[in-house]
């Protein structure tokens, strides 16, 4: 079992930024990856990143690339997204999750373990 607990979410203005942390606990060395979803109101849950515990492999989605970085520090239990010059449609519940194995890590189905999720809001 692996648990993952978001912080770091709030209320910024647009162009603004916030540093979302997610700690892991359990067996986090059996971990392939991890990643961050978010989930705005009436939408579908979609990914934003996502990390190898290696590193090696880094992904983001393109509404994010350029604005957003993922990392992973402390031992590779706590894994970070800086998010910088902010718009309104990020705006949502942001979810960190982990994978176990190699898979589609763009893909909800690609992760075992998910978070209780931090709310992003972003005002125009």
């Known amino acids: 079992q692996v648990q993952l607990v978001e912080s770091g979410g709030g209320l910024v203005q647009a162009g603004g930024s916030l540093r979302l942390s997610c700690a892991a606990s359990g067996r986090t060395s059996s971990t392939y990856a991890m990643g961050w979803f978010r989930q705005a109101p009436g939408k579908e849950r979609e990914f934003v990143a996502a990390t190898t515990s290696t590193g090696s492999i880094t992904r983001y989605a393109d509404s994010v690339k350029g604005r957003f970085t993922i990392s992973r520090e402390y031992a590779k239990t706590t894994v970070l997204l800086q998010m910088n010059s902010l718009k309104p449609e990020d705006t949502g519940i942001y979810y960190c999750?982990?994978?176990?194995?190699?898979?589609?890590?763009?893909?909800?189905?690609?992760?075992?373990?998910w978070g209780q999720g931090t709310q992003v809001t972003v005002s125009s």
């Open positions: 999750a982990a994978s176990l194995r190699a898979r589609d890590l763009a893909r909800s189905y690609g992760y075992d373990y």
